[in-house]
């Protein structure tokens, strides 16, 4: 075993650098602790200190956040948040992230995020019912991002499918900003009676303290402070873990058994910081200490020292606190499942973090020193904002509307995903109603007559063009998502993904769209029950769009509510809830016109989102509404042709013209169609009503002060648009809009084997 650098070599060689401590911040150590830490002790600061698990940079911010209401049973501090969803239940829900990972070693990184979410949610005592995703990357057209496309998908895949949890949802967006950066975040959903919630505390003193799971191993080690570093590359492949997805089952099994017998105190994921963070944590909330014995804990490779064992991150371990008395039950259980257990420790009432390791005690330090007391930057706000899209150059718009819609629906993130989801188990356990490809998924509450609807959504480049607007709409249209397929939103989680927060620039758009997030949750009523921050997500000196997502829980109470997003009968009306507006602010088409993101963010006023949502949930529990889609990335063209796909039939859509005068010489024609058609103004959603329906459902919206129109008709086998002068602007075969539609990833990741083997090669 090799000897760790002494106390005074740490500090005269300033070696706690390298374990993520600043000079001020190993100063602060100096000062708690009144004397040199040890390399141990250095370590312990250095990852619970770091920005993944401290949020030094972000907490601040995070404040802002509503967290409460009366549907939560669990807000932000545990593993995973809980909302209620009425008779007794529970749903546990988080996203986290594992971007730098999966820029390294996609399928590993990809996996493993997987697996840590799976973790956390049923560390609360609940039973995983599925799976959702995140995803951004850069051009497809380039070899290596095709590498970490084709490598994280399949990681998510083969993690998720191993476990039996169906992957009902997600989505995948493309932006030359992603090139360097993917993010990959992962969200994972339980239920759980609501009275059952457990915690990861760490109570009662003299009870004992068991590792249970893997064993522990080198793997990983790092991998907090590698998360909070710029510029991954190919020298911290070692700081990524490696998971086991038939283990991650066994555990899942062994610890919701154990749990259930009522005899664990606490339990927690040792994800990042592994052991560190989960015994910091653990006594920190229960205001106590631990002392653990590490020659106890269960390990796989020989001569492993005290600071290996506390920093690995090796998957699928927990830490669980058991009643003292009960020890034999924990042991029984986990043999029962195949599973290493080892009795490590025990709960002290000193606040005190001790390690012991060959009789000796190797690190001793104050438990509110590594969790309550980790620096919070009030990190410089850049005083003026220059919002980048606003002098962008675009030029005229020249493209007929027709080649532009099809050019739109190829783009990878419109494009059909069904090449990314027909990797995954969808519908494993029976409980799927509706899976991927629908405005939100639908999963049975196993028990009940209730479904819950779940969406993941972003728009990084609308945060980037105006980060508080931006942050607005993310929240927004999660939980429009949720109305428009039957459901009323509970409650979000979030994966804040930014740059470099020593940037003023960069901690404006955190700081703002965090305010906009949290004005829409305000409005909304869906409080942020848990979430994570994913900061220095930077390369070769390139900050990606400011890209929080977000991820949303809703409730269906009766499935007779549920609400497809397709044309589902001939002859139908078609309405557009909400303004037609033809400015292109901040859409992917102007983005394509232009070459880069341009404008400002679309047009968006939080109360006109409230009364779209409030007359969609209201109008379907009137059984008034057949299906609807919500206007996004495409504008209204994209969404009635993606009507027109899943129904397999075609509509005959007539726009109003009287907004502006074509016969005005001021009026540029092209770029006026164009803004009908594919503006991404929010606050919209096409809905397909019986024409008997029709003026009771545009009173029913106009009274309450939301316009609405009809707009067309459902039938044939033409996508037909025309304006109300008489002038047709597209008409399009259904079969031709799907080809486009569905060809576009399948094309682009036909890649030839000698390219995917360079790039393969390319990362060593």
Request: hydrophobic share 40%; net charge negative; with cysteine.
């Amino acid at each position: 075993m090799r000897a760790d650098p002494t106390p005074n070599q740490i500090q005269s060689e300033k070696l706690y650098r390298q374990l993520g401590l600043t000079d001020a911040e190993y100063d602060r150590v100096l000062e708690r602790m009144g004397r040199l830490p040890n390399y141990v002790e250095a370590g312990l600061f250095g990852v619970l200190w770091s920005e993944h698990c401290s949020y030094k940079s972000s907490k601040a911010h995070l404040r802002k956040f509503p967290t409460t209401g009366p549907q939560v049973l669990q807000g932000p501090g545990e593993n995973a948040g809980v909302v209620d969803i009425g008779d007794g239940i529970g749903i546990a829900f988080k996203m986290e992230s594992h971007n730098h990972p999966s820029a390294v070693e996609p399928y590993q990184g990809a996996a493993t995020g997987v697996g840590g979410i799976l973790r956390d949610v049923f560390t609360m005592g609940a039973r995983p019912i599925a799976f959702l995703n995140s995803l951004r990357f850069g051009d497809l057209d380039d070899a290596h991002t095709r590498y970490l496309f084709s490598n994280v998908v399949a990681g998510i895949g083969g993690y998720g499918n191993c476990v039996g949890i169906p992957t009902v949802g997600g989505e995948a967006v493309f932006d030359p900003s992603y090139q360097y950066n993917p993010l990959v975040n992962a969200m994972c959903v339980g239920v759980l009676p609501a009275e059952n919630i457990v915690k990861g505390v760490a109570s009662g003193v003299g009870n004992p303290v068991f590792v249970v799971g893997s064993r522990t191993g080198r793997d990983g080690i790092h991998g907090a402070t590698f998360a909070s570093a710029e510029d991954p590359n190919e020298k911290e492949r070692s700081a990524v873990q490696v998971g086991d997805p038939f283990l991650g089952k066994l555990l899942m099994e062994a610890c919701l058994e154990l749990m259930a017998t009522g005899a664990v105190v606490g339990i927690q994921d040792m994800g990042a910081a592994g052991l560190t963070s989960s015994s910091a944590e653990m006594a920190s909330r229960a205001g106590g200490g631990l002392e653990l014995d590490l020659d106890h804990v269960p390990v796989r490779e020989t001569g492993m020292t005290p600071y290996e064992m506390m920093l690995s991150e090796s998957q699928e371990r927990m830490l669980v606190v058991m009643e003292k008395g009960k020890e034999q039950v924990a042991f029984d259980i986990l043999k029962k499942w195949g599973l290493e257990i080892g009795e490590i420790g025990r709960v002290t009432d000193d606040g005190m973090l001790r390690l012991r390791f060959g009789g000796e005690v190797v690190a001793e330090v104050p438990v509110e020193a590594l969790v309550d007391e980790a620096p919070v930057y009030e990190r410089p706000v850049i005083s003026l904002y220059q919002q980048p899209g606003l002098n962008v150059a675009v030029p005229a718009v020249e493209e007929e509307p027709a080649d532009a819609l099809l050019r739109l629906l190829a783009h990878p993130t419109i494009a059909d995903k069904r090449w990314i989801y027909q990797q995954y188990d969808t519908s494993v356990r029976a409980s799927t109603y509706v899976g991927p490809g629908s405005d939100s998924a639908i999963v049975l509450v196993p028990g009940t007559k209730k479904a819950v609807s779940l969406v993941t959504d972003g728009n990084g480049r609308y945060v980037y063009l105006n980060p508080r607007r931006g942050g607005a709409i993310a929240v927004a249209e999660a939980a429009r998502n949720i109305v428009c397929s039957g459901g009323k939103p509970l409650g979000i989680t979030d994966c804040l993904n930014f740059g470099n927060p020593e940037k003023p620039a960069v901690m404006y758009q955190l700081a703002e769209a965090i305010e906009g997030m949290s004005e829409a949750c305000l409005a909304l009523d869906a409080p942020v029950v848990s979430g994570n921050v994913s900061l220095y997500n930077e390369s070769q000196g390139t900050d990606i769009f400011p890209t929080p997502v977000v991820g949303a829980v809703g409730v269906i109470e009766d499935l007779r509510y549920v609400t497809p997003n397709s044309f589902r009968q001939t002859g139908s009306t078609v309405i557009l809830l909400g303004e037609m507006d033809p400015s292109l602010d901040g859409s992917l088409y102007l983005e394509m016109l232009a070459g880069q993101a341009a404008g400002d963010a679309p047009r968006f006023e939080l109360s006109e989102e409230k009364k779209l949502q409030d007359v969609l949930y209201r109008l379907i529990r009137q059984h008034a509404i057949r299906s609807a889609h919500d206007v996004s990335d495409g504008g209204i063209a994209v969404a009635l042709a993606e009507m027109c796909i899943g129904g397999e039939m075609g509509a005959r859509v007539r726009l109003p013209a009287a907004s502006l005068s074509l016969q005005d010489s001021t009026v540029n024609e092209p770029a006026f169609r164009a803004g009908m058609l594919f503006s991404e103004a929010q606050s919209r959603v096409l809905i397909e009503v019986g024409t008997d329906d029709a003026a009771r459902v545009l009173e029913f919206a106009q009274t309450r002060g939301l316009p609405a129109m009809e707009i067309g008709v459902t039938g044939g086998q033409e996508l037909t648009v025309e304006v109300s002068n008489g002038d047709s602007w597209l008409t399009l075969p259904v079969q031709t809009i799907a080809d486009a539609y569905k060809q576009a990833l399948p094309d682009v990741m036909e890649v030839p084997a000698t390219q995917q083997v360079a790039s393969e090669q390319q990362l060593g």
